[in-house]
Nanobody, 123 residues
């Protein structure tokens, strides 16, 4: 069964932090490449971070502020977001696909998606 469920979104002031979690079914978690995308109103869905057994990637806009990690014992994916700015406001989606990750992946490269969690950063 394919299942990805995000949690941890909310409203925070600029400079604050949030940690997003993604609970995956065992089948989905065994997909090789997992990641986080986000979509702001009127904008395309953009890659935030990806992770597989070989490493992680982060979009340039979040490097130094966000960290992506996995907990294999819990089948969970995380996104730690620090120093948030209003530009980070978006719906954040957890995603997974078979096969390894590679740089500059787009949303069309991923097959499985969660329902999304809203992150709102106020100035």
């Amino acid at each position: 069964q394919v299942q990805l469920v995000e949690s941890g979104g909310g409203s925070v002031q600029a400079g604050g932090s949030l940690r997003l979690s993604c609970a995956a079914s065992e089948y989905t978690y065994r997909q090789s490449c997992m990641g986080w995308f986000r979509q702001a109103p009127g904008k395309e869905r953009e890659r935030v971070a990806t992770i597989d057994d070989y490493g992680t990637t982060l979009a340039d806009s979040v490097k130094g502020r966000f960290t992506v990690s996995k907990d294999n014992a819990k089948n969970k994916l995380y996104l730690q977001m620090n120093s948030l700015t209003p530009e980070d406001t978006a719906t954040y989606y957890c995603t997974a696909r078979a096969g390894v990750c590679y740089s500059h992946m787009s949303y069309s490269d991923f097959r499985y998606w969660g329902q999304g969690t809203q992150v709102t950063v106020s100035s």
